[in-house]
T-cell receptor, first 113, second 115 residues
Framework: DSGVTQTPKHLITATGQRVTLRCSPR?????VYWYQQSLDQGLQFLIQ???????AKGNILERFSAQQFPDLHSELNLSSLELGDSALYFC????????????FGEGSRLTVL | AQSVTQLDSHVSVSEGTPVLLRCNYS??????LFWYVQHPNKGLQLLLK??????LVKGINGFEAEFKKSETSFHLTKPSAHMSDAAEYFC?????????????FGTGTRLKVLA
């Protein structure tokens, strides 16, 4: 158990809908990272937060947004969903900013029909 | 610029034979290096890490890796493969480039273990 909790584990929705994925980092970890993993694109970095502030953006679509709250949990919002957004979404946390080991959650599997 | 190259996208070994998963990196500073394992439909789990201490790093489940600065390599090895080792393996670098640290992931190596 990594200590990183992601909900929901599975989500099935329709095109055009909006979903929110939630991540609780390991106790004390200030950095949260979101990744998308799909069969055709592999593991892609989406966005990173550190102590409530956005610190880095990767290949995140404009339809996607995220935030980190004062209690350090994070949410990834995916809107106007398309079939191609079907993927496994991982959250990871680390104690420091981009250094030290990353601890990954079990992921949220999103299926868009 | 920092980069990570996993030289094999797929590796197949027989159970009980050695495993070698290759990783080369490019770094301007002193990187930290990690190997992660991902079993199907699971999150990534840390196998081992190098953070400028001993160059031979031992990890969980009998895996180890050697940091070779002259070859810019961090290959993952295991003396004897087990069926449960079948998974995808990611080499990751944490490095300070352009003033800020960032994580760079390799594209992954899928290990198949044959009975």
């Amino acid at each position: 158990d990594s200590g990183v909790t992601q909900t929901p584990k599975h989500l099935i929705t329709a095109t055009g809908q909006r979903v929110t994925l939630r991540c609780s980092p390991r106790s004390g970890d200030l950095s949260v990272y979101w990744y998308q993993q799909s069969l055709d694109q592999g593991l892609q970095f989406l966005i990173q937060y550190y102590n409530g502030e956005e610190r880095a953006k990767g290949n995140i679509l404009e339809r996607f947004s995220a935030q980190q709250f004062p209690d350090l949990h994070s949410e990834l919002n995916l809107s106007s969903l398309e079939l191609g957004d079907s993927a496994l979404y991982f959250c990871a946390s680390s104690a420091l900013l981009n250094t030290g080991e990353l601890f990954f959650g079990e992921g949220s599997r999103l299926t868009v029909l | 610029a920092q980069s990570v190259t996993q030289l094999d996208s797929h590796v197949s070994v027989s159970e009980g034979t050695p495993v070698l998963l290759r990783c080369n990196y490019s770094s301007s500073y002193s990187p930290s290096l990690f190997w992660y394992v991902q079993h199907p439909n699971k999150g990534l789990q840390l196998l081992l890490k190098y953070t400028s201490a001993a160059t031979l790093v031992k990890g969980i489940n009998g895996f180890e890796a050697e940091f070779k600065k002259s070859e810019t390599s961090f290959h993952l090895t295991k003396p004897s493969a087990h069926m449960s080792d079948a998974a995808e393996y990611f080499c990751v670098v944490s490095d300070r480039g352009s003033g800020t640290y960032k994580y760079i992931f390799g594209t992954g190596t899928r290990l198949k273990v044959l009975a």
